[in-house]
């Protein structure tokens, strides 16, 4: 936070697997007076019922960005919100929400952290990861198959029917609004260092 009390806000999009959330969660307790994770995936419209098959999390319109942008401006005014709590295994929005109280830093971690003009717009430093789509997979496999109880094969074959071609598609072009464009095959304290100089000279 600035001395006129501006909250600093920190996007950072980048495929998936790149290391997004890991990078959003070590700059957070990094950056000076604190900082929170806004998890853009937390706002994944609720698909229960959708086959497995149909479901396609990995476009805009998955998100209610509406809600993401409106929460995002209440902490940047210094206000607690009740953030959606999404489950990965239904494709549910569940009846819990996540308390999360402002901060000095508030760091915006998704896909499409980089997409719309109106959320860039809040973004102060925005931060791009790139990394081969082979390498993303490799730890998208390892994640989903540990964190979210999901087969090898599942994983291998959502991939490729949307995750991979959506990518192509949405996101590798907001690259052009970073004011960052990192190597994710770095290491993450590597990373880490380059986004907090960035802050600083901002």
Not at 164 to 170: F, L
Request: hydrophobic share 40%; charged share 25%.
């Amino acid at each position: 936070m600035d001395r006129s009390g501006h909250v600093h806000v920190v996007g950072i999009a980048g495929p998936s697997g790149s290391g997004k959330t890991s990078l959003a969660r070590r700059i957070a307790g990094r950056v000076p007076g604190g900082g929170v994770v806004f998890a853009l995936d937390a706002y994944y419209r609720d698909q229960r019922g959708v086959p497995d098959d149909v479901i396609n999390v990995d476009v805009p319109d998955a998100i209610e960005v509406e809600l993401a942008l409106e929460q995002l401006r209440a902490l940047a005014r210094g206000a607690s919100i009740e953030q959606p709590v999404y489950d990965y295994a239904t494709h549910a929005r569940t009846p819990a929400t996540r308390t999360i109280a402002p901060a000095a830093f508030v760091i915006v971690d998704g896909l499409y952290a980089l997409y719309w003009s109106e959320l860039r717009a809040e973004i102060d430093t925005g931060v791009f990861l790139s990394l081969d789509h082979e390498r993303c997979l490799d730890r998208r496999v390892a994640r989903d198959t540990r964190e979210r109880g999901r087969s090898r094969d599942s994983v291998v074959a959502q991939y490729e029917r949307t995750v991979r071609p959506m990518y192509d598609r949405y996101v590798d072009g907001t690259r052009r609004h970073a004011n960052l464009v990192l190597d994710a095959s770095q290491p993450l304290d590597v990373l880490t260092d380059r986004v907090l100089t960035r802050i600083a000279g901002a």
